[in-house]
């Protein structure tokens, strides 16, 4: 068994089959076939059913893919010490973050991270709940885990950082009445048409409770990617309740942001595996640590 057959048996999976895993990796499928084979029997199991044209991955294939992915990793980790030792930092950070999160505090660290590390790189896949970021980091899939919460985070057998809170706020068109940097109450946005996510996030109880409480007001859009919630704000389809986070690029963007009470917060982590960190997610995770100390979350 070499790294080599790891990697083969991880694009397998990522890309749902041989030939798309042989068409990624740029190698003739008859050889990542015949390194497959030679690694089930070197393992004495089968990793995949072969159904027809396609393939399953088999038990044994499923309960071997995180250690697979952690040795893979672990030898990145060597790779990219060996390489800061000889002054060169090369390699990249997978984080999945969250779409709330994912806005901010991502872009600052990533900024940050950029501008201290240059020849690194910082890979950023989709979650969209607490529960995916966090199993994406368990699986191996990421390294770090950027998510957001209605109550402080707390996950079994992850480290967990906790970054900041962010508060809810109103995010309106250029062309609504609403006051930019007002504070509103959930009366205020009596006759205003509301876009929302789908049920069970803490900013669809937001609204929910909104809609509930003021005459007058109407859910007219529910969207799963919370990414097209601003574009259809600033064509004028309605208003939302957005987490903080979103301010900066609403206002660049020409929207108006105010204030709302009472509101809820977005508990903002980083969560990682114990001990199993590439040096370059350890110093993301350094500069997470630096921005929640600025932030007032830690404390020397």
Sequence with gaps: MDARQLEYFLAIVEHGGFSRAAAALHVAQPSLSQAMANLEADLGVSLFHRMGRGVVLS????????????????????????????????????????????????????????????????????????????????????????????????????????????????????????????????????????????????????????????EGTEIVAVVDHRTSILPLVLTGVGISVLPASWTRLARRCGASVAAIEPTAQLHVAMVSLPGHLTPGARAFLDLARSYALRKGTLTT
């Design 59 to 214: 038990d044994a294939g499923a309960e071997l893919l995180e250690p697979s992915r952690r040795v893979l990793r672990d030898l990145t980790a060597v790779r990219d010490r060996a390489a800061a030792l000889t002054g060169l930092n090369a390699g990249t950070v997978e984080v999945a973050a969250m779409p709330s999160p994912g806005i901010e505090p991502l872009t600052t660290l990533t900024r940050r991270f950029t501008e201290l590390h240059p020849s690194m790189t910082v890979s950023s896949r989709a979650a969209f709940t607490p529960e995916e970021a966090a199993d994406l980091v368990r699986s191996g899939a990421c390294e770090l885990g950027l998510l957001g919460a209605a109550k402080p985070v707390a996950l079994s057998g992850l480290d967990v950082l906790p970054l900041e809170q962010q508060p809810f706020v109103v995010v309106a068109g250029p062309d609504s009445d609403l006051p930019d940097g007002a504070t509103l109450h959930p009366g205020d946005l009596g006759g205003h048409k509301l876009i929302a996510s789908r049920g069970g996030s803490l900013m669809r109880s937001i609204v929910d409770d909104i809609t509930a409480q003021t």
